[in-house]
Each structure stands twice: as structure tokens, then as C-alpha cells.
């Protein structure tokens, strides 16, 4: 049974940076692809950021190019979202969510999320 299992979220003043974790346990995730979505209050779910976990291009929203980085590391089976330069727009739920069927920035295209971490920034 796929597990994704979010961290890192909180309180940030707006310029901060924070960096959301997430474990992926219950697959060789090797030939998967991650991504990274968000959820505001009243808002639909909304693509940030995309890799494979093999490597190779990753995918970033306008709203998070130049701002946000996305990585895996293979031995902890992790997947990470550094974020930087915050904004109160991003406020939101962040989500982790897994693939085997090749990387997408469209949420419908991912088999398993995680709960989700809560990132507030404030102005």
C-alpha cells in the first residue's frame, strides 16, 4: 500500500523560506513521478511542482519558477519542496502525490496523495 507522508509545513513571515518533506513508502518508486500541489481556502487544486524520480526534466508553475525547488533523494525515499521568497498568496495546503503513468502537471493524473501540510505566510 502506496504511503506519501507530508512535513515541514507552519507559520512564515512573507520573504521566508521553508522546505516540505515527503515520504514515500509501499512501492520501488524508481520509475515514479512526484509532484507537489497546493490548496487554498475556496480555491481548486492547483499544480506547483513535478519530477521524476529517476530524474531527468522537472516541471515548475509560472507562480513557482525562480522561487521553489523540487528534489528527491533516492535513500530516504523522499521527495522535497524547497520553498523560498514566500508569499502570502501561497498560502495554502500542500500536497504530495505519485504517478507511475509519466510526469504531469495536471492533478487527475496522480494515483496516490498524501494528506497534506499547511503552509500560512504572513504579511
Known amino acids: 500500500q502506496v504511503q506519501l507522508v507530508e512535513s515541514g509545513g507552519g507559520l512564515v513571515q512573507a520573504g521566508g523560506s521553508l522546505r516540505l518533506s515527503c515520504v514515500a513508502s509501499?512501492?520501488?518508486?524508481?520509475?515514479?513521478?512526484m509532484g507537489w500541489f497546493r490548496q487554498a481556502p475556496g480555491k481548486e487544486r492547483e499544480f506547483v511542482a513535478a519530477i521524476r524520480w529517476s530524474g531527468g526534466r522537472i516541471y515548475y508553475a509560472d507562480s513557482a519558477k525562480g522561487r521553489f525547488a523540487i528534489s528527491t533523494d533516492n535513500a530516504k525515499n523522499t521527495v522535497y519542496l524547497q520553498m523560498n521568497s514566500l508569499k502570502p498568496e501561497d498560502t495554502a495546503v500542500y500536497y504530495c502525490?505519485?504517478?507511475?503513468?509519466?510526469?504531469?502537471?495536471?492533478?487527475?493524473?496522480?494515483?496516490?496523495w498524501g494528506q497534506g501540510t499547511q503552509v500560512t505566510v504572513s504579511s
Open positions: 509501499g512501492r520501488t518508486f524508481s520509475r515514479y513521478a
Open positions: 502525490a505519485a504517478t507511475y503513468r509519466g510526469v504531469t502537471t495536471t492533478h487527475s493524473g496522480y494515483d496516490y
